[in-house]
């Protein structure tokens, strides 16, 4: 059981670029969340999907294209990557009960040059 | 929309000792939960705490404690017996219930332990 993982752990990309962060959850989770991360400003959520099939913009989702490709898969897709997006991002899930806390990936350090 | 405030950026406490950590949120509902998180500089963030609004009673976890004022909206985690294992940056959180079950985080505070 890996709980939530995350590819790659660290990325650097050069202004332009594209790239795609994947995340996978074992646990069974409905709901699946994509955060940001920059000093000083704690997590704030990019994109988060309610359970398979659906998706919605969270609090930062300018530059970010997120698919749920099934129940325990959610990618996060940056198109044309800018200095603003130097972050880690972490990858959550949660189950359907309401009590239920989310459990993180490790994260991925990602640097835009 | 709703708000979650530390207002401590820093902290530092003596190995043993025990240290509260303060958190202020802003909402117009009634019924949520509340979350403390640790993040090590392993970057994992793991969850230290929960709180239910509609329960009275403080949330404890062995040397993790929670003071909860529902009217004052205040949710601050006291942490006995310190130790150096402690030291971290910690957030706390806020969900609505029902939902999608997004969380809200605070801006964090970071917590060192001295030997």
């Known amino acids: 059981n890996a709980g939530v993982t995350q590819t790659p752990k660290f990325q650097v990309l050069k202004t332009g670029q594209s790239m795609t962060l994947q995340c996978a959850q074992d646990?069974?989770?409905?709901?699946m969340y994509w955060y940001r991360q920059d000093p000083g400003m704690g997590l704030r959520l990019i994109y988060y999907?309610?359970?398979?099939?659906?998706?919605d913009k969270g609090e930062v989702p300018n530059g970010y294209n997120v698919s749920r490709l099934n129940k325990r898969e959610f990618s996060l897709r940056l198109e044309s990557a800018a200095p603003s997006q130097t972050s880690v991002y972490f990858c959550?899930?949660?189950?359907?009960?309401?009590?239920?806390?989310?459990?993180f990936g490790p994260g991925t350090r990602l640097t835009v040059t | 929309a709703q708000t979650v405030t530390q207002s401590q950026p820093e902290m530092s406490v003596q190995e043993a000792e025990t240290v509260t950590l303060s958190c202020t949120y802003d909402?117009?509902?009634?019924?949520?939960?509340l979350f403390w998180y640790k993040q090590p500089p392993s970057r994992q963030m793991i969850l230290v705490i929960r709180?239910?609004?509609?329960?009275?009673q403080n949330a404890t976890e062995n040397r993790f404690s929670v003071n909860f004022q529902k009217a004052a909206k205040s949710f601050s985690l006291k942490i006995s017996d310190s130790q150096l294992g402690d030291a971290a940056m910690y957030f706390c959180?806020?969900?609505?219930?029902?939902?999608?079950?997004?969380?809200?985080f605070g801006k964090g505070m970071k917590l060192t332990v001295n030997p």
């Open positions: 959550a899930s949660s189950g359907f009960a309401f009590s239920s806390e989310q459990y």
């Open positions: 646990m069974n989770h409905n709901s």
């Open positions: 999907s309610a359970s398979e099939g659906t998706t």
């Open positions: 909402t117009s509902e009634s019924d949520y939960y």
């Open positions: 709180q239910e609004a509609y329960k009275q």
């Open positions: 959180a806020y969900r609505s219930k029902g939902g999608s079950e997004k969380l809200v």
